[in-house]
């Protein structure tokens, strides 16, 4: 158990044309304070769809949590009334988002988008609630706080638009900022400059930081610890040295080796074949069998649970679990 | 801003120009000769003599083009052929409640449109919005004809209710006002919703979301304000409809309007006034969409600061 | 002209009108500005650096998709800066695009078969329909994807078999020079993975020339045989492969390999994080452009404008008074 | 590349041929589709109503003046006697031969000159746009009343005049549309094979163009119908004794008192009908440019 966030076994299923879809199904992890957790997989695995679920931020989409539970602090989030939800969104937890470009209110300028969310959260009158947001724009690095609080977002790059994000989404001093796909949209020196933003706040606010992310970089980079999804699934969760280390999962195995290395140049990168299946017409068994070189029989029968090693580590493959100890867990 | 204002007011000048110039040449345009067209079939030849010469048809063409623009700058219209009246006189008596038609109807119009699209887009695909979309797709179906005609004989034949036409009160603006915004209120109504729709789906509302605002304050304090500055550039487009509607809606109600003379002037082929007429109805639809485009400019930040 | 040089690029500018009113004078975005660079046969030459460096528009340059203000585009030893539409029509046919969104590069409504046809039909109409049929039929196994799709549209492929859809379409006129604008950025990893190998053996099979534009340094490290790094509109660095990523000169190509995430939580790097952002490209600083973010500017930079040089013994060229 | 296959099968096996998909849609949408229904009947009255009268639409018959609503006569007769619904069902050729017919005319006139000033841009776009701009300056009733007012009233200068001001709003449109493809990579990979200016023009631009015209025809159908039945009303249109909607509810306002079944019903059928074309566009449009769906 984590003592800030706990998601345990959530599956969200989305309609479509009445047909219910489940696209996530089977994901547990969990974030401790002040730590950097990474989810990471390719597009469609799920990831973005759970860190929206956290903040039940399902409003106008047809997707829906199905089962499973989502305990923050004491509270199980899906258990909460839409008024108490809100009371947590942006004062609690907090999140940014991969569109800078779209994210802020284009007609509102920087300073009221601040102010609102503050005065709502902490209650301070708009003088204090005016000296808390330059403050946080101080904090994320714009330089002429004050001059920006008038500005209209379109006034503003990429980068400092994600700033000010972050700004928008630390004003409360949430104790978990959720942060999904946050510098995907921006260049490799900005890319950076926003890291190493992030890293400072999680140092001297003790904030801790969901990181979903494609970017094995990123996540090496950045993260204490790691969730790999696959096909909603999470298919493996361990240090980021481990992980990188010695992944357990053939897929996490696959994707390390996929990319391309600087400094580590080789003829031909190991690809990983096939594709990830449709959600609507998922295999049986294990959702990695089809494109995995390990497979065996078993795989395509059973699914394998999520299990957890002697030393803290899980994974979902049966080259690392045996079915008596699966069966044992399930009469158990 | 300042440039912006700038550009819009000189862009409009030549469009007035082209305007004028076109509806100037509009008695030219009249297949065969206007003034014995005008001077009927029993009509001798001095009688169109003496028609030409009031009209300056025995001018050059261009001469009659400077002639015309001077005594346009000067306020002065020409000279009714039936009436002899001068045209500005006879336009003078209808131009005030016509635009007061004109200001109700849209006024009305605005608001309610505005209302119905936003309870439409709050409870989108549930049964306010269904009633709203309803109401607006019969009210661009419906002819503004037909729709004065049947208020007519509900409210003045069978109930007595409202004058079948005419203002002495102010009972004679209600059943043409409601005839002509009818329209204007179901596409104002349609637009509002889809464009707030729109916004309702933008990444910023899901940022204010995340942020714990309750709907209503996503609704009117973040989406509805970007959502109704395409709303204020359709309103402009509206009054065009609104100007032609008044043209049908004044003949229904034989309200003492622009609209009503414009189509008597046709029937008596009385030109110059069909002329003046034409160069009033297009030079406020002119101006009424500059006036949306500088509105338009001022309510969007990106072209206020840039 | 020097021997097995298949393109050659010389003082190559466009500059882009940005309409401010009738009242101010014009300004330009110099998007690619005084770019001079060279591409042996069979080898791949990397255009990288960040949005707004001009890398995409100098592709586009080189494929006449929009014309040139100054410069010599020299291929095969013909100078097309000046051609006219039509020759520039017949040079399309050795020399092909690959595009970034494989998605919105192939046409929604026709079939895949139609869609690589298409260069065939254009550039060698007398062929029969099976001769074109049978043709498209090998590309498509070259390029990996089964005959047996070929009636699709692109929307029921992936991402992954959509680019490889756009590989045949470039190929099926057996090019020479490929232009890839960005073909594996809009793809997963290990896609990416999957794309990246397919291009370089098309490149050992058919002696493919490659002009491969990328922002992302460990692709091109992995593709390249010569880099060229371009900051808002000039080269500021182009060298061999190994020179770049072993022995960056310039200030901004150091903190641009440095930038890039290294997935190995092992290599804790010291990395050089640079100030502030990329400047407008309309209004960009004077001297060298990148002196208003760079750790090591000197008085100098803000004055001059810093020239090609060659630097030490591997035919490295830098632009930067650091080395002048 | 098994892997591969099986994926793509799967994909087919979800997505049919693009008609079968498009008509499953559309029978989803209850309203568009008894709407399109409705359309259908109306074209098919248009088509053999002349034939299936009850009785001539034409013929007066003096003993059966003003008659309200009976059994012979459903709704009723005229001042002259004729039966109006079978003027009614006359009068379906009228108003819909002058609607589909004048949008036709502006709709293809307009999708060129669209597809022209989008694709070319500089000099032709800003004329073909500037001349859109002064047309525009003219509200649509009143372009078409001044130039019924110069050719004199009659069906073929109706058609002439609704013809001339859809114009410029297809041309708007389908240059809006143009300029959206013309920026998209498939058109400039087509660009950078070497395909010429007209193949691309017409066989890659011209069908993205065609839903949100197919979208927009259905619309202006409706709104020409109105439009020209506007002018009949006010006496510039089709001749007033001729059994055209418009005119009937022209002629029928001296009896708004006294026969009001001759104000009801032609208002009703215009109302039907512009009503069911709404409803067809809106449901065309939720399906052909989901886009702007909402």
Redesign the interface.
């Known amino acids: 158990m984590h003592n800030l966030l706990n998601v345990n076994n959530l599956q969200i299923a989305f309609r479509k044309r009445k047909k219910s879809i489940k696209v996530v199904n089977g994901v547990d992890f969990g974030i401790s304070k002040g730590e950097i957790v990474g989810i990471v997989g390719e597009s469609g695995c799920g990831k973005s769809v759970t860190s929206l679920s956290i903040m039940r931020l399902f409003h106008d989409t047809s997707g829906e949590v199905v089962g499973g539970t989502i305990q923050f602090k004491e509270k199980d989030l899906l258990e909460l009334s839409e008024r108490e939800m809100r009371r947590i969104r942006g004062k609690e937890i907090a999140m940014i988002f991969q569109e800078p470009m779209t994210s802020l209110n284009p007609v509102m300028k920087i300073g009221k988008q601040l102010i609102q969310g503050i005065m709502l959260h902490l209650g301070l009158n708009r003088e204090e609630a005016k000296q808390q947001a330059v403050e946080m724009l101080k904090l994320v690095g714009i330089p002429r706080a004050e001059s920006i609080m008038n500005e209209y977002p379109h006034q503003l790059s990429g980068g400092m638009r994600q700033r000010v994000m972050i700004a928008i989404a630390m004003s409360c001093e949430p104790e978990l900022l959720i942060a999904d796909e946050p510098t995907t949209a921006l260049d490799v020196t900005i890319q950076a400059q926003i890291l190493q933003l992030m890293k400072k706040i999680q140092r001297e606010r003790g904030t801790a930081i969901l990181l979903i992310t494609h970017d094995l970089g990123v996540v090496a980079e950045s993260c204490d610890r790691v969730v790999v999804m696959y096909a909603g699934r999470v298919v493996e969760e361990a240090t980021v040295e481990e992980l990188f280390e010695s992944p357990l999962h053939p897929y996490t195995q696959g994707l390390i080796e996929s990319v391309p290395k600087i400094g580590n140049r080789k003829e031909e990168l190991y690809s990983i074949?096939?594709?990830v299946?449709?959600p609507?017409?998922m295999p049986n068994g294990c959702k990695f069998a089809?494109?995995c070189p390990y497979v065996m029989d078993i795989c395509r029968e059973r699914e394998p649970q999520l299990v957890s090693n002697n030393n803290g580590r899980k994974q979902r493959c049966w080259l690392h679990q045996s079915i008596k100890e699966e069966e044992r867990k399930t009469i158990g | 801003m300042k440039k912006y204002i700038v550009k819009r007011i000189l862009g409009i000048i030549p469009?007035l120009f082209?305007?004028s110039f076109?509806i100037f040449l509009?008695i030219h345009?009249?297949?065969g000769d206007p003034a014995r067209l005008i001077a009927g079939k029993d009509a001798d030849l001095q009688q169109i003599n003496a028609i030409k010469h009031q009209l300056h048809l025995d001018e050059p063409l261009y001469k009659q083009y400077i002639d015309y623009m001077n005594n346009l700058f000067h306020g002065n219209l020409g000279e009714s052929i039936k009436s002899k009246v001068p045209v500005s006189e006879l336009i003078g008596e209808r131009i005030v409640p016509s635009l007061e038609l004109s200001l109700l109807s849209i006024a009305w119009a605005m608001v309610i449109g505005v209302l119905i699209g936003i309870i439409s887009a709050i409870f989108?695909n549930r049964w306010p919005d269904n009633i709203g979309m309803i109401t607006a797709?019969?009210g661009?179906?419906?002819?503004?004809?037909?729709l004065g005609?049947?208020m007519?004989?509900i409210f003045s034949?069978k109930l007595g209710l409202l004058p079948t036409g005419g203002i002495e009160t102010w009972k004679g603006y209600l059943m043409p006002s409601i005839a002509l915004g009818a329209g204007i209120m179901a596409m104002i109504a349609r637009f509002t919703?889809?464009s707030l729709?729109?916004t309702l789906k933008e990444d910023f509302i899901r940022t204010g979301r995340s942020r714990g605002y309750s709907g209503l304050t996503i609704v009117f304090g973040h989406a509805l304000r970007s959502s109704l500055i395409p709303v204020v550039t359709v309103a402009g487009l509206q009054?065009?409809?609104?100007?032609?509607?008044s043209?049908?809606v004044e003949?229904?109600f034989s309200f003492p309007g622009m609209g009503r003379l414009?189509?008597n002037s046709?029937?008596m082929r009385d030109y110059p006034v069909?002329q003046a007429e034409?160069m009033l109805?297009?030079f406020e639809?002119?101006l009424v969409n500059l006036i949306v485009d500088l509105l338009y400019g001022f309510l969007n930040p990106k072209i206020r600061y840039d | 002209m020097v021997d097995n040089e298949l393109l050659k690029v010389k003082g190559l500018k466009k500059y882009f009108p940005i309409s401010n009113g009738w009242f101010s004078s014009k300004e330009y975005v110099k998007a690619v500005d005084e770019v001079s660079f060279s591409v042996k046969k069979g080898e791949t030459l990397s255009l990288v650096g960040e949005s707004g460096c001009g890398k995409s528009t100098l592709g586009?340059l080189i494929?006449g998709?929009i014309k040139a203000d100054a410069g010599d585009i020299v291929f095969k030893g013909d100078n097309l800066a000046e051609a006219s539409e039509t020759k520039?029509?017949?040079y399309?046919?050795p020399m092909?695009?690959i595009?970034?969104?494989p998605y919105?590069?192939?046409?929604?409504?026709m079939k895949i078969k139609e869609i690589i046809a298409?260069?065939l039909k254009?550039?060698d109409p007398s062929l029969s329909r099976e001769e074109r049929e049978a043709k498209v039929k090998s590309i498509l196994e070259i390029c990996?994807?089964?005959y047996?799709?070929s009636d699709?549209?692109p929307?029921?492929?992936?991402g992954g078999?959509r680019q490889r859809i756009?590989i045949a379409?470039a190929l099926i006129?057996q090019p020479e020079l490929i232009i890839a604008d960005e073909p594996v950025s809009a793809l997963d990893v290990s896609i990416q993975a999957q794309i990246l190998n397919l291009l370089k053996k098309l490149q050992k099979d058919y002696q493919l020339t490659y002009l491969f534009i990328s922002h992302d340094l460990s692709v091109v490290e992995h593709i390249s045989d010569h880099v060229a790094v371009m900051y808002l509109g000039n080269i500021v660095e182009i060298a061999p492969r190994e020179a770049i990523f072993e022995d960056p000169k310039h200030p901004y190509t150091k903190a641009l390999l440095s930038s890039v995430p290294i997935p190995d939580p092992k290599l804790k790097r010291e990395s050089i994080i640079l100030k502030g952002e990329i400047p407008n490209a309309a209004n960009p600083p004077k001297g060298c452009k990148f002196h208003t973010r760079c750790p090591l500017a000197m008085s100098i930079c803000s004055k001059e404008i810093p020239i090609m040089k060659t630097v030490g013994d591997k035919q490295q060229m830098v632009a930067c008074h650091l080395y002048q | 590349?098994s892997?591969?296959?099986?994926?793509?099968k799967?994909?087919?096996a979800?997505?049919r041929g693009?008609l079968s998909t498009f008509w499953h849609d559309f029978r989803q949408r209850k309203v568009a589709f008894i709407s399109f229904l409705f359309f259908v009947l109306l074209v098919i009255l248009a088509v053999i109503g002349p034939y299936i009268v009850p009785f001539n639409p034409q013929t007066p018959d003096y003993n059966h003046v003003l008659q309200g609503m009976s059994q012979k006569h459903w709704a009723g007769t005229d001042e002259y006697g004729r039966d109006v619904l079978s003027r009614l069902i006359a009068g379906t050729r009228i108003s819909l031969g002058i609607g589909i017919s004048s949008v036709l005319i502006g709709a293809m006139a307009g999708t060129i000159l669209g597809l022209v000033s989008g694709y070319f841009g500089k000099w032709v776009d800003k004329t073909i746009m500037r001349i859109c701009?002064?047309l525009f300056?003219?509200?649509?009733?009143?372009l078409a009343?001044?130039i019924v007012?110069?050719?004199?009233p009659g069906l073929k200068n109706v058609i002439f005049a609704v013809a001339f001001f859809s114009v410029p709003s297809f041309a708007r449109m389908v240059r809006g549309k143009t300029l959206e493809v013309k920026e998209?990579?498939?058109i400039?990979?087509?660009?950078?094979?070497?395909?010429?200016t007209n193949?691309i023009i017409f066989r890659?631009i011209f069908?993205?163009t065609i839903p949100i015209i197919i979208v927009y025809l259905t619309m202006q159908v409706?709104t020409a119908i109105?439009a020209a039945?506007?002018l009949s009303?006010?006496?510039?249109g089709a001749s007033p004794s001729s059994p055209d909607w418009g005119a009937m509810?022209s002629m029928?306002?001296d009896y708004?008192?006294t026969a009001?079944n001759l104000?009801?019903f032609?208002?009703l059928a215009?109302?039907l009908t512009?009503?069911s074309?709404?409803?067809l566009g809106?449901g065309l449009r939720d399906i052909l440019d989901p886009k702007?769906k909402?």
């Not at chain 4, 892997?3 to 793509?8: A, G, L, N």
């Open positions: 074949p096939g594709h299946p449709n609507e017409a089809s494109r | 469009l082209v305007v076109l509009f345009l009249v297949p989108k797709v019969s661009i179906s419906l002819p503004n004809f037909w005609l049947v007519i004989q034949v919703r889809s729709v729109q009054f065009g409809f609104l100007l032609g509607g043209i049908v003949t229904v414009l189509i046709i029937q069909v034409l109805f297009s639809f002119i | 586009r494929n998709l520039w029509r017949s399309r046919k092909q695009m595009f970034q969104d919105a590069s192939l046409s929604p409504r298409e260069p254009i550039h990996g994807i089964d047996y799709h699709k549209y929307h029921e492929f992936s078999q756009g379409r006129l | 590349m892997e591969t296959m099986t994926v793509s799967q994909q087919i979800s997505k693009t701009d002064v300056a003219f509200p649509d009733i009143l009343i001044g007012a110069i050719l004199g998209m990579l498939f400039e990979a087509e660009k950078s094979i070497g395909a010429k193949r890659h069908p993205e409706g109105l039945a506007s009303f006010l006496g510039l509810l029928s306002r708004i008192g009001f104000v009801f032609p208002g215009i109302f512009v009503l074309l709404n409803n809106d702007i909402d």
